[in-house]
């Protein structure tokens, strides 16, 4: 699996537990629910790059959509997926760029 390049270039960050619930039914139409044993996490990345760094991550985010690939973030690292196949680049000034990027561990 391939880790995210541009380690320690994230700005902000964020990373969400999500806890599911499972549901079943019975023939007689009783519901039981029950959460699942761990939680799952919900990432956002937010990148300010030069243009160079932008092309790099554009290419790793091409090369990886639909497939797992290794994230490290506060030390820990998760297997993730991009939750998107949409690249955004917004253009801050002449060779910056900003971009937003959301990742789900599976």
């Known amino acids: 699996m391939a880790f995210i390049p541009l380690t320690g270039l994230s700005q902000s960050s964020t990373r969400t537990g999500i806890k599911k619930s499972l549901r079943s039914e ?37 090369n990886n959509v639909g497939t797992i690939f290794n994230l490290v973030f506060d030390g820990v690292t998760y297997s993730v997926i991009f939750v998107s ?21 599976v």
């Not at 917004?90 to 561990?105: P, Q, T, V, W, Y």
């Open 85 to 105: 196949d949409e690249f955004a680049i917004k253009k801050i000034s002449f060779n910056m760029r900003e971009i937003s990027l959301d990742c789900r561990e």
């Open 26 to 62: 019975t023939e007689k139409g009783y519901i039981y629910t029950r959460s699942q044993m761990l939680p799952k996490q919900k990432f956002t990345l937010n990148y300010l790059l030069t243009s160079t760094d932008c092309v790099t991550l554009e290419t790793f985010f091409y």
